[in-house]
């Protein structure tokens, strides 16, 4: 067993001046596998933000404002369709009472209201301490570090380099009831608290 521990390869971990940390093994391989990982999720959004993260994901290759209008439809759609699956939309509603007044409680897709109003403003909290560029394979550490300086470095950061702490949701529970004469089927969620 201690043979097969000494072939992994170092991981190297760097946290660059602005807070973006670069970590990587480095296995000699021929080939490489590299991410950019952004702590970025609907538990952390606000309803003044709600979306955002969904959106965001939308966006991962894109950067001007004609490819965020286009992203802008194809969510809108995307959200009726999710609204059309009364599977999905009892869930919503599950979530939404059960976890009331807290992030939990939210869509991840946000309203509509929001997907319709979301702006390049709106991405300005996802900072330079949120992301972790990760390489693994064929890959040197400091030609790795270089490229996150080349493309990465302006990114500004306003934590000191460790993101916000996420507060924990509360459980409330309730019941909601939505009747429709018309449907033939109905749709039930039921949750209940339990042990970690």
């Not at 606000?46 to 994901?57: D, I, M, S, Y």
């Not at 939308?58 to 004609?66: P, Q």
């Not at 699956?85 to 869509?107: C, I, K, M, S």
Request: one cysteine or more.
């Amino acid at each position: 067993m201690r043979k097969c521990l000494l072939k992994i390869p170092e991981t190297q971990v760097t946290i660059m001046d602005y807070c973006l940390r670069v970590a990587s093994e480095d296995s000699g391989a021929s080939t490489a596998t590299v991410a950019l990982w952004i702590d970025a999720r609907s538990r952390s959004e606000t309803p003044q933000n709600n979306g955002v993260a969904h959106f965001l994901e939308h966006m991962a290759f894109k950067a001007s404002e004609s490819e965020i209008e286009r992203e802008r439809s194809v969510i809108l759609r995307e959200m009726q369709k999710v609204e059309s699956n009364l599977q999905e939309v009892v869930f919503d509603h599950l979530h939404a009472t059960a976890y009331q007044g807290t992030p939990r409680g939210q869509t991840i897709l946000g309203p509509t209201k929001k997907i319709k109003s979301i702006g390049r403003n709106d991405f300005t909290h996802y900072k330079a301490s949120r992301i972790v560029l990760s390489g693994a394979g064929g890959v040197k550490h400091n030609e790795l570090e270089q490229l996150a300086e080349q493309h990465l470095g302006k990114m500004k950061n306003t934590f000191d380099c460790k993101p916000p702490s996420i507060d924990p949701c509360r459980r409330t529970g309730s019941e909601v009831c939505i009747r429709d004469d018309s449907l033939p089927l109905a749709h039930v969620a039921i949750a209940v608290e339990s042990c970690g």
